[in-house]
């Protein structure tokens, strides 16, 4: 415990001795982290990473056999004018696709209302999410050349395709609805616009580096799709929250030494007890989420690497570019209330003692001047 609190109270009077040498070093920091990133790009994960334990023996076996399934999609027409030529117009659509493999004849239902036509794409089943969306849009443009029938598509492909797009829309709407939701909270919660606006953009560095970090880890461990998300809100969450934590630590020191000490001395103070909770919590999260990796599952695999690698990324901001924007706000960082009432002690008149005693603090030589303003802990 000793060795974090250490580490910590160190790290937090470097950047507090050098405040814009951490701040320009940790935009650095996050401005490579996501070139890097950009520049390798993702490796998204393969069909034969999905292959897991005896099932994903199994799906070897077959595919060197080529006994392994080939996704197949199935276009449905329904209507009484117009179905054969339209069933005919699809099939034409589809066989000129380099992701068929071939296209059977239409075949109709019993109570003669629908035509069925299947596609089989090209490739293993796994891949069909990805190899569907040709066929997707050549269904659309056969339903508009032919509006009075009913045309649709369906299959394993199109139905991975469709929760998946389902999806990143849902976790789009929770991101465009929590930033604004923190935001608010965040102004409630300090009192302060500039002081709201520290935690959201610590979160916001700290995503975009842990982003950055994960398109490099990818090419080690394959992205299963899932990681960039889980970053966004997990790194939300705790940068806000590791925030939140030294802040109040933070102003808790200021109230109590009352402007006897200098804000690297508030900060220092503040490090040795919430930045040592700091380094403690995100080591335990992520430990606790490198357990993960034993599964040995690749979609495991990828939400424990974006995970340990945000939470990492949110603890070392806390600790090194935190502690120097605080510095640079100084007083700034106290709740508004708290600013306006030390300000209201200040202009306050003085007030006669009762009996016309004079204060025992009015000078050397006793006297009856006034006793002017001072801090509870400032010395006559």
């Known amino acids: 415990m000793d060795g974090m609190t250490n580490i910590s109270v160190r790290t937090a009077r470097w950047s507090a001795l050098h405040p814009w040498r951490a ?63 339209a069933a005919r117009d699809v099939a034409a ?51 508009k050349a032919h509006p009075g029938l009913r045309i649709e598509e369906t299959g394993s492909p199109a139905i991975s395709k469709g929760v998946n797009d389902q999806r990143d829309e849902d976790l789009a709407l929770s991101e465009r609805i929590s930033l604004p939701v923190t935001l608010v909270t965040l102004l409630v919660v300090f009192g302060s616009a500039v002081m709201a606006g520290v935690p959201l953009l610590l979160a916001l560095t700290s995503i975009a ?13 394959p992205d299963a799709g899932v990681g960039t998300n889980l970053i966004l809100l997990i790194g939300l969450a705790v ?29 220092e103070l503040a490090a040795a007890t919430a930045g040592r909770s700091i380094v403690i919590s995100g080591l335990a999260v992520i430990a606790s989420t490198a357990t993960l990796y034993l599964a040995t599952d690749v979609i495991f695999s990828s939400l424990a690497t974006g995970t340990v690698l945000v939470v990492a990324v949110a603890v070392a901001s806390s600790l090194t570019v935190l502690p120097a924007l605080l510095v640079k706000l100084g007083r700034r960082a106290e709740r508004r209330a708290a600013r306006r009432a030390r300000k209201g002690r200040r202009r306050a008149p003085n007030r006669p003692r009762p009996g016309g005693s004079s204060p025992p603090c009015c000078g050397p030589r006793g006297g009856t001047r006034r006793r002017r303003w001072s801090s509870p802990y400032s010395r006559c």
């Open 209 to 221: 580096a842990a982003m950055g970090l994960n398109m490099l880890a990818s090419h080690l461990i």
């Open 239 to 267: 940068g806000v929250d590791y925030t939140l934590f030294y802040l109040k630590r933070e102003r808790e020191e200021r109230a109590r030494a009352g402007g006897r000490l200098t804000s690297q001395a508030l900060v």
């Open 23 to 85: 701040i320009t070093g940790w935009l650095v920091f996050v401005v490579l982290c996501l070139g890097a990133g950009i520049t390798a790009g993702t490796h998204q994960a393969t069909t034969r990473d999905y292959w897991v334990g005896e099932a994903g023996r199994a799906e070897q076996l077959a595919t060197e056999a080529g006994l392994q399934r080939r996704p197949v999609e199935h276009v449905t027409i329904r209507g009484d004018d117009g179905a054969e030529a």
């Open 93 to 143: 659509r589809m066989a000129k696709l380099p992701e068929v493999a071939s296209v059977a004849d239409p075949v109709r239902s019993r109570d003669g209302d629908t035509l069925r036509v299947s596609v089989t794409l090209e490739g293993p089943e796994l891949e069909g999410k990805k190899n569907v969306v040709p066929l997707l849009a050549e269904t659309a443009k056969v339903a």
